[in-house]
């Protein structure tokens, strides 16, 4: 993505609408509100309800920044689409200790999510396991 100024980024925050949990919402915007004015400066925010549109729109310069998966059978397919679009991601833990994923077109959007996920009092944490060798050659 061309898109290097947090002003410029758009973003996708995923929320669990097949889960119960009203922390999982709670954390969704919670990490919405740091991103977007008047706390943050993203230029807007989407929610697809689709951790594959999501990883799509990153890959093709849609999106800047991807949040908010916890699922491995949601996230896994996307991180080769994240790698060979030159992007880079993380993982956080949320208010019930879920692993979740953000991903980030480029280093100035992964270091602005960083930095608004530990406004909204999300950990950040190492990668499960299971995600180190996928797509190592991607």
């Known amino acids: 993505s061309p898109r290097t100024a ?20 709670a954390d969704g915007f ?12 993203a230029r807007a925010i989407r ?16 999106l800047d920044i991807i949040t908010g998966s916890r699922k491995p ?9 994240i790698r ?10 949320d208010s019930l200790g879920n692993a979740r994923i953000c991903a980030a077109a480029n280093k100035k959007a992964l270091r602005y999510a ?5 406004a909204a009092g999300m950990t950040l944490t190492e990668k499960p396991g299971y995600v180190v060798n ?5």
């Open 84 to 93: 060979g679009a030159g992007g880079e991601m993380f993982f956080y833990k």
């Open 114 to 118: 960083k930095e608004r996920h530990v």
């Open 30 to 41: 919670r990490i919405a509100e740091k991103l977007m004015p008047p706390e943050g400066s």
């Open 134 to 138: 996928i797509a190592p050659s991607v």
């Open 6 to 25: 947090p002003e410029d980024f758009l973003v996708s925050v995923e929320m669990d609408a097949f889960d119960t949990a009203r922390e999982n919402f």
């Open 47 to 62: 929610m697809f309800g689709s951790s594959s549109l999501n990883f799509a729109a990153l890959g093709r310069g849609s």
């Open 73 to 81: 059978w949601d996230y896994l397919p996307g991180i080769p689409i």
